[in-house]
């Protein structure tokens, strides 16, 4: 019954992103920013999300921290014998667009090389997401100008 609480709450504090509020505009102080659906959309439903076995030897573990805003990102990689990313599998503490954006990182990489995962920059990512200028630091959590360092676990 819990988990279906947390469910609901999740979805309503959502639902309520998507809203602008309909005060007049005397009383705004700054416009009114809404996520876009794509980001809404990684937030609500996140691809890839949990950890794999570090004891792996095939497993690589990536951390890094954004200290604008306190957000924290904890990639994982699985690559096989030829190279390949064959899964990934992320931990974001932070806002919705760090999330989504971590979310949509794990879907891009699987299938890449290492090689190729890293000539993914954020700008991709923001772009991908409609990420709004003051979120870019969001999506710096994923990129290599970041000098994200993925070593076995």
């Known amino acids: 019954m819990a988990a279906a609480g947390a469910g609901r709450l999740r979805r309503a504090a959502s639902a309520l992103l998507l809203r602008s509020p309909r005060l007049p505009t005397r009383e705004l102080s700054a416009p009114a920013r809404l996520y876009h659906k794509k980001v ?3 937030y609500e439903n ?3 999300v949990g950890s794999l076995d ?3 030897k095939n497993v690589g573990t990536g951390l890094v921290g954004a200290p604008a805003c306190g957000d924290v990102m904890k990639l994982q990689i699985q690559v096989d ?3 390949k990313i064959v899964d990934a599998r992320f931990k974001t503490f ?8 971590s979310s949509l990182a794990t879907e891009w ?3 890449k090389t ?4 890293l000539t993914i920059k ?5 772009k991908e997401l409609c990420l709004p200028p003051v979120k870019l630091h969001c999506s710096k959590l994923f990129s290599a100008e970041e000098k994200i360092q993925i070593s076995p676990s």
Do not use: L
């Open 40 to 42: 809404v959309d990684h």
């Open 46 to 48: 996140p691809r890839n």
């Open 54 to 56: 570090k004891t792996s």
């Open 81 to 83: 014998e030829k190279g």
């Open 94 to 101: 932070g806002c919705g667009s760090a999330i989504a954006s």
């Open 109 to 111: 990489v699987k299938g």
């Open 114 to 117: 290492v090689e190729e995962a």
């Open 122 to 126: 954020n700008t991709d990512i923001a």
